[in-house]
């Protein structure tokens, strides 16, 4: 199989159709394309190989799409960093901002005031209030990556010989925070999956451990955890942070993926020497790369002077066809005007030992 460079482009077969458009000539809703427009691309901490790749992906694209990304955050994971950088935006006048928010509701008062500034607002990643943004570029529902999680867990849990749909087995989620949209939605999915098919399963800490996307604190917690739990089964991690925190504190207190399971979402490169030294055996994830791309370029959308409606089906160039869904996608309880949505990633992919090598990023 052929090496995967930034994009996962080939595992697209999606709601983004991968048509390439000759000459320009482009089907359906496609952007006037604005000219010498800067967008800031906005993670929620720098540094993350998560983060580093999406904005490779935004650099590499909006390089083709004839506009500039500023890459700005910080290496502290903080809603009051996020305010600052976005107030910063402001100030400076910036045509556009693209955001995977810290907090589902804290930074709504700082988008707003950009959105009546006139930066044209998106989120990609984690999300905010519908009406504090325009587009949201979301990497699944709550539902798929909530049930992804459980199931790669399910998988490995099997590998070392326990029964999941008899066995009580004794669980818990480790990720960065409560107040992150994404995670906590995926959890929160995670958890009603567990109780219709795996009633027996016992979540050994219903309040969760959190590391607040601190390398050095994932490592620690994940330790107080095992040391808490010697004999617990599974441990999921939905956060980039998390994840190798906990695989490396295995490591360091003698576990492997034939004593404990641990699963979760991080990037194939971050996650390939704990896989190799046998510490877990599958986690997963999404074209981070593609994601931040899309990001940006529906800022640029945005700031060229064009608009979006739910239901539109927009022409991104070199990519292909997006829709734009009710934000009702993500939550029931979301905010419905017809002119803020949801574009979503059509695939995930799960890595182990044989396929991993496959993917560069």
Same mark, same amino acid.
């Given at each position: 199989m052929k090496k995967a460079t930034l994009v996962l482009s080939a595992l697209l077969a999606l709601t983004i159709s991968t048509q390439v458009f000759a000459n320009g000539d482009q089907q359906g809703k496609a952007a006037a394309g604005g000219k010498n427009l800067t967008?800031? @691309?906005v993670p929620k901490i720098t540094g993350n190989a998560f983060f580093e790749t999406a904005n490779d992906g935004a650099q590499k694209w909006s390089k083709e799409w004839g506009f500039t990304v500023k890459y700005d955050g910080s290496p502290e994971a903080a809603v009051a960093n996020q305010v600052t950088v976005i107030r910063n935006a402001i100030r400076q006048g910036v045509d556009g901002i693209s955001v995977s928010s810290l907090d589902a509701t804290a930074l709504d008062g700082v988008m707003k005031e950009a959105m009546k500034a006139g930066? $044209?607002?998106t989120t990609w990643d984690s999300d905010v209030s519908g009406d504090a943004r325009t587009v949201m570029v979301s990497q699944g529902t709550p539902d798929i990556l909530g049930k992804m999680l459980v199931d790669m867990g399910v998988k490995s849990l099997q590998s070392r010989g326990k029964? *999941?749909? $008899?066995?009580?087995i004794r669980y818990a989620w480790h990720y960065s925070q409560s107040t992150v949209a994404d995670q906590n939605s995926w959890r929160v999915a995670g958890e009603a999956y567990i109780k219709q098919? /795996? *009633?027996q399963w016992v979540n050994i800490r219903p309040d969760n451990y959190y590391s607040n996307q601190d390398a050095e604190l994932a490592i620690t917690t994940g330790? &107080?955890?095992?040391?808490?739990?010697?004999d617990m089964d599974l441990i999921i991690c939905n956060d980039s942070t998390a994840l190798p925190g906990q695989l490396q504190a295995a490591q360091n207190l003698g576990y492997d993926k034939g004593k404990i399971t641990i699963t979760g979402f991080a990037t194939p490169n971050s996650i390939k020497p704990y896989a190799r030294a046998g510490i877990l055996e599958r986690w997963g994830l999404w074209d981070s790369g593609l994601q931040g791309a899309l990001g940006v370029y529906f800022s640029y959308y945005l700031a060229s002077g064009n608009s979006i409606k739910v239901g539109d089906k927009i022409t991104v160039p070199g990519i292909g066809e997006v829709e734009v869904l009710p934000n009702t996608v993500?939550? *029931?309880?979301? /905010?419905?005007? *017809?002119? &803020?949505? #949801? #574009?979503l990633l059509p695939e995930r992919a799960e890595f182990?030992?044989?396929?991993?090598?496959? /993917?560069? @990023?």
């Open positions: 967008i800031v @691309f930066l $044209a607002v029964n *999941p749909d $008899a066995d009580a098919k /795996y *009633p330790e &107080s955890i095992l040391k808490a739990n010697p993500l939550d *029931p309880q979301a /905010y419905t005007a *017809p002119d &803020s949505g #949801v #574009v182990t030992t044989a396929n991993m090598d496959n /993917y560069n @990023f």
